[in-house]
């Protein structure tokens, strides 16, 4: 069934235009595959563009060979070759069908039928092929879901959630980035009744679904959704007692300042700042260190007060850490409400963070030795009153300044 053409330059990008020429080719079909279309069709940026084709992997592996484009094996027994085409990739999938499941994964094999391949997809939104010519080719009645900002299961939610409990997590997430109004009744009401699926989930697969929701232009109204249905306190018990009022707070201030979306201080609002918290989240969702110090460093880092002299600030930007010091600013300032008064001083301070730069502390190891110090414990106690005292100087003092004044040792 045609549903109209996608207009988009990214269609002639030599990416597509190639790997659809030739997958295409003798007696075969390629096709670009959901989330490129579903955002070009919702004014969103389109970040990768995946294939779909009838190809087998080895006969895409084949054919990419013969055309000189650099092939990947991401996974060809699943079906699926990326191929490097000017430093972007191409995620290449073979059309599937589902041949059983074991509830966490579905378990498949490859097929000839677009209808299948679009069946066994989780959303309608992300159903939506695109042929060479744009020609739009719509299986599950895609097209007005993506018109009508419906986030809906292909087929019935409980059996489609009982295949694979992630999706569960991806009908909040997609929800969050597409949803218009209310979540689908029938998809709200299966997550609910099957809501215990998650706890069988894999670390990686919740952090990175959590991780996208959060990234989301608004995830406030979705993870709304996700506590009312009581999944949020199955992934997150730390959000339980808490409540999730903070994160309408950050929203707001976001909008009214203009600060990026930044998924993990999100996060921030939604559970206790304590350290043995972050730390529990972070081991069981398997975060990675970036996120587990950001985490613990803001848990070990106090407010700042909105009247604190420029001077003193630069002071507790050089001994601390900045990052944390920022994060708990902005979660103040969210709290406080970006017209309260304190939460105004805080964002001049918060602005002087951001075009400040850390300086270099003149001195080093060296100069002392210079002067008679042995390397040592001595000469590290030395150095550190000096920097003491360069930093209590507001970081004027310079080097000669400092070195003049340094006792001479025995
Ligand atoms: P984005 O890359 O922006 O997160 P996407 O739509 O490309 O969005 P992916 O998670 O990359 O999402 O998955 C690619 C496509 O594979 C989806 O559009 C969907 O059709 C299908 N898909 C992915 N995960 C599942 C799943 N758990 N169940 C069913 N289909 C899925
Ligand atoms: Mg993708």
Redesign the pocket.
């Known amino acids: 069934m045609s549903a109209g053409r996608l207009d988009t330059p990214w269609l002639n990008d030599p990416g597509p235009r190639r790997l659809l020429a030739l997958l295409g080719a003798d007696g075969e079909e390629a096709r670009i595959?959901?989330?490129a279309i579903?955002?070009t069709l919702t004014g969103q940026p389109v970040?990768?563009i995946?294939i779909a084709t009838t190809c087998p992997p080895g006969e895409t592996m084949r054919r990419l060979q013969a055309a000189d484009i650099k092939a990947v094996d991401t996974g060809m027994e699943h079906g699926t070759v990326t191929a490097v085409i000017d430093g972007h990739g191409y995620e290449i999938t073979t059309l599937r069908e589902d041949v059983e499941t074991d509830g966490r994964r579905?378990v498949v094999r490859f097929g000839r039928s677009w209808q299948h391949d679009a069946e066994?997809?989780?959303f309608t939104i992300?159903?939506l092929y695109a042929e060479a010519d744009g020609t739009l080719v719509d299986l599950v009645g895609a097209r007005a879901d993506i018109e009508a900002r419906l986030v809906r299961f292909i087929g019935d939610p409980e059996q489609r959630i009982a295949e694979?409990c992630?999706?569960i997590l991806?009908f909040f997430r997609f929800f969050a980035w597409y949803g218009r109004g209310r979540p689908d009744a029938e998809g709200l009401k299966a997550c609910a009744r099957l809501k215990d699926g998650v706890r069988g989930l894999s670390a990686e697969r919740i952090w990175a679904e959590m991780r996208?929701l959060l990234a989301a232009p608004d995830p406030s109204r979705a993870l709304l959704w996700m506590r009312q249905a009581g999944v949020l306190s199955l992934v997150l018990p730390e959000s339980e007692k808490w409540g999730i009022d903070g994160i309408h707070a950050l929203m707001a201030a976001e909008r009214a300042l203009g600060w990026q979306s930044d998924a993990v201080l999100r996060l921030m609002t939604l559970i206790p700042l304590r350290t043995d918290v972050v730390e529990t989240l972070c081991d069981r969702w398997k975060t990675g260190n970036r996120v587990r110090e950001r985490l613990v460093s803001v848990s070990q880092t106090d407010g700042v007060a909105p009247d604190m002299a420029t001077d003193d600030f630069e002071r507790l930007l050089y001994e601390g850490d900045p990052q944390a010091i920022s994060d708990r600013m902005r979660l103040d300032i969210a709290g406080l409400g970006p017209e309260d008064a304190g939460a105004r001083s805080l964002v001049g301070l918060l602005d002087h963070a951001q075009s400040w730069t850390r300086p270099a502390f003149p001195v080093t190891g060296r100069d002392l030795m210079a002067q008679g110090f042995d390397s040592g414990p001595a000469l590290g106690t030395a150095l550190h009153a000096l920097e003491k005292r360069w930093v209590e100087s507001g970081f004027a003092l310079d080097r000669d300044t400092l070195l003049a004044d340094v006792p001479v040792p025995e």
């Open positions: 595959v959901g989330g579903r955002n970040t990768d995946d579905a066994r997809r989780d992300n159903a694979d992630l999706r991806r996208k």
